[in-house]
């Protein structure tokens, strides 16, 4: 059975930074894309980040320049790296994979606030 675990949210100033982790437990033959999503409240589940097959990164056009993602495919790790955090981008974070089929995360809370 496939877990995938998220660490790494919390609570930090507009203008500082977060590093999110996602490990996958479990065995996935063949990972086709690793990603991040998030959902702030009263809002849909939106896209942040995905490293696609071959390293092609996409990102949301409101965090480009902002945040970094990176994944060890062999870990079967996935990485956010969030600098220069604004309150809008308070949402619980949400880990994805994508294989056989598509694998979720709990997610993990990141609060902007002064």
């Known amino acids: 059975q496939v877990q995938l675990v998220e660490s790494g949210g919390g609570l930090v100033q507009p203008g500082g930074s977060l590093r999110l982790s996602c490990t996958a437990s479990g065995t996935i033959f063949s990972i086709n894309s690793m990603g991040w999503y998030r959902q702030a409240p009263g809002k849909e589940r939106e896209l942040v980040a995905a490293i696609i097959g071959g390293g092609r990164t996409n990102y949301a056009d409101s965090v480009k320049g902002r945040f970094t993602i990176s994944g060890d495919s062999a870990k079967k790790s996935v990485y956010l790296q969030m600098n220069s955090l604004k309150p809008e981008d308070t949402a619980v974070y949400y880990c994805?994979?994508?294989?056989?089929?598509?694998?979720w995360g709990k997610g993990t809370l990141v609060t902007v606030s002064s």
């Open positions: 994805n994979v994508i294989s056989w089929q598509s694998f």
